[in-house]
């Protein structure tokens, strides 16, 4: 019992002092400390430190830095190219003014399905929101949801081939690629847009009726992206578009057809790791993906960036935060874990049924809202838990593209909890605060998903994976 005090102690510093802005990468390690010394009155902090949390940040690069660095290149690259703001301003010319909700739903959907990093839509997407709630009076207080729902919900974790980091995680861990179980992932997505696009709607209505506008913000100013205005004019739709369906088009291609027919029995000797493609193919596939859709976005809007060299060196600087930050709390997971008081918890929630697609939503749920990262949330259950559900899964016959869809799709729930990270950092863009936006936030970014993971997980019992 002291051991869990010492872990419920630590979580709720890292929660604290991050809500209040502390670095996770500092907090990460003095708060896997205190949770250490509880557990273990003697416990060896330097050589936990050394041997268990910093190997553990070292492999979780080792696995994804590539995605996290090409993501921001290619993000950089749409947003100093003018092709963000094109795709953004495109959408709402189709959907009309009258519509700003859907316009800005679907503008950042587009965006962050096509691989920009959702911090990028964030700032690319703003302005035009807030142009466009100004003059359809909408409160203000509902633009920080209305990106939250395109850019972290149903493009991030359910449909199918999206690039984001929350739908690779699990490939090494039950041999599948970003395209696990394409059907229930789509019912998923849909689940969350028509659910969320509703809610938001039903409460634009009802804050009219109220008699409430866009409100008085006297010191508001137009956020704007950190880059310089590209040169020249924006470039046409087309143009815009095209790197994001490279993405999407090549990711399934090479996880489907290219990777799957390479030569890759090399990989099985101990200089490659002693893997198989089947547990790197759609990492590969990602990265080669994201890597020709950069090549040809360069080639197509080379004219209209001022310095290509800076966007990219930007992007790739742009990269490392974010990668360190979810780096340190695996890495904290990774020290919590060792514990033999976590032994316990983990046991506990795994008591709490056998059914093993609903025991990894629950395990990577709770994770994802203790640390606040969808990514670190489930990076630390599946390193738990993973090779457990799955070996369980293959007795009971069960598809691993289920448990990927599931992880995926649990770790988009309780990781927008107040102190994640991702929230107060679009609070922060959208100059609100909790107060005033987080309540939509977290209907639209927690309670839909976790309802679409309920209904994904109850016809994949009726139906089957598909």
Known sequence: MFGILGIVLSLALLIGLAYRGWNVIVLAPICATVGLL?????????????????????????KFFPLFLLGAVFGKLMDDSGCAQ???????????????????????????????????????????????????NLPKR???????????????????????IQNAIPIPYFHTDTFAAPGLGIIAALVMFVCGSAWLMFRARRARLAGEGYGDHAQEKVAASPTPTPAGQMPSFAVAIMPILLVLVLNFVFSKYVVPAMDSDYLALPKYGKTTVSAVGGIW????AMLIACVVLIGLTWKRFQNVRQSVTDGALGSMLPI??????????????????????????????????IGLAIVVNVLAGITGS?????????????????????AAGISPQILHRVATLASGGLDVLP????????????????????????????????????????????????
Not at 99 to 124: E, K, N, Q
């Open 38 to 62: 509880f557990g273990s009155l003697d416990a060896p902090v330097i050589a936990t430190y050394t041997q268990v949390f910093m190997p553990a940040l070292g492999n979780y690069l080792i």
């Open 86 to 136: 094109t795709i953004a301003h495109k959408i709402v010319e189709w959907t009309g003014r009258e519509r700003a909700i859907i316009a800005i739903i679907l503008a950042c959907a587009v965006l962050t399905y096509g691989g920009v990093s959702l911090f990028v839509v964030a700032f690319a997407v703003f302005p035009v929101a807030m142009q466009m709630f100004r003059e359809g």
């Open 142 to 164: 509902l633009i920080p949801a209305s990106i939250a729902l395109g850019s972290f919900t149903f493009t991030m974790t359910a449909l199918p081939g999206t690039p984001a």
């Open 285 to 288: 596939s990602i990265i080669m």
């Open 324 to 357: 360190l930050n979810v780096g340190s709390e695996v890495a904290y997971g990774a020290v919590i874990a060792s514990l033999a008081s976590f032994l316990l918890v983990r046991d506990w929630l795994m008591t709490l049924t056998d059914n093993p697609i």
């Open 374 to 394: 969808s990514s670190g949330g489930m990076s630390i259950a599946l390193q738990a838990v993973g090779q457990t559900y799955l070996e369980l899964a293959q």
């Open 419 to 466: 102190h994640s990270g991702a929230v107060i950092t679009l609070l922060a863009i959208c100059q609100m605060n909790h107060r005033q936006s987080y309540f939509d936030i977290f209907m639209v970014s927690a309670i839909f998903p976790l309802t679409a993971m309920v209904v994904v997980i109850v016809l994949n019992g009726m139906f089957g994976t598909f």
